[in-house]
């Protein structure tokens, strides 16, 4: 089993990079749906704190997945046959990206310009990425809130993607074949 991918395969890399991030997204759009329901108080501020900071974790791995992608190339897509789908998997993964920055961006801005410390996992305090203002936290959480909707619908359209598909595609994603 190859670390690198190959002109047909995903390598062990890319796939867990892959799979932690979307087992990860996953939970924090269901956790972060939670939370976002809660008044912040002194019985819950931890819930956010961990929020934040697995946050970051992902930021973190978008931050080496992409390193990675220049490193080892993904093989090419397999074609569908379908103009259309085609152009879709491609418009998705691209927003994939774009909203993995944005959604962790503009929650670190929104906690930072709160005044409260940024902290990961209460061990590294971040630096504030905007002053502290109301007006920042606002928008930055505003921000915040439409991007992990337009991740969500991502994520059922690349899982829908994936499951319609009859080519091998999952299986290259799931056994590197």
Known sequence: MSARNTDVSFGWVTRTLHWAMAFGV?????FGSYIARM???MSN?????VHKS???????LLAVRIVWHFVSPVPESLPS???WKDRAAVWVHR?????????????WIGSGATGLDVLVFNRVTLPPLA????AWEEAAFAVHFVATKLLALCVVLHIAGAVMRKDGTMARMVRGA
């Open 26 to 30: 996953l939970a924090m759009l269901g």
């Open 39 to 41: 008044e912040v108080g």
């Open 45 to 49: 501020i931890w819930m956010f704190g």
């Open 54 to 60: 697995i946050g970051i974790v992902l930021f973190a």
């Open 81 to 83: 046959g379908v103009g």
């Open 95 to 107: 927003a994939f990206y774009v909203l993995l920055i944005v959604v962790p961006l503009s929650g």
């Open 131 to 134: 002053p502290v203002s109301e």
